[in-house]
Nanobody
Framework: QVQLVESGGGLVQAGGSLRLSCVVS????????IGWYRQAPGKQREWVARISSTGTTMYVDSVRGRFAISRDNAKNTVWLQMNSLKPEDTAVYYC?????????WGLGTQVTVSS
């Protein structure tokens, strides 16, 4: 079955960095676009970043220049490098992909940024 497993979250002070990982199994990874989303308490889930099968990246305005998404097809893994973290980045971060017409999500990893 399709599985996405996030890791790398934690508690960090404002200005700090974290690197999130998303390991994907159950699909042919290299042609798949992978996205990162986040959901803060009391808010809707929002899209954060995306990487295409060819490595093209896209970011929401609020993280552009601070976050970087990358992938290693040999490891079926996507990373989200998060720098200059702000308290408003606090959320559960999820990775996502679509495969054969269905969307798949991981269980998420908590990121907490203290001021």
């Amino acid at each position: 079955q399709v599985q996405l497993v996030e890791s790398g979250g934690g508690l960090v002070q404002a200005g700090g960095s974290l690197r999130l990982s998303c390991v994907v199994s159950g699909i042919t990874f290299s042609p798949a676009a992978i996205g990162w989303y986040r959901q803060a308490p009391g808010k809707q889930r929002e899209w954060v970043a995306r990487i295409s099968s060819t490595g093209t990246t896209m970011y929401v305005d609020s993280v552009r220049g601070r976050f970087a998404i990358s992938r290693d097809n040999a490891k079926n893994t996507v990373w989200l490098q998060m720098n200059s973290l702000k308290p408003e980045d606090t959320a559960v971060y999820y990775c996502n992909t679509a495969w054969r017409g269905a969307a798949y999500w991981g269980l998420g990893t908590q990121v907490t940024v203290s001021s």
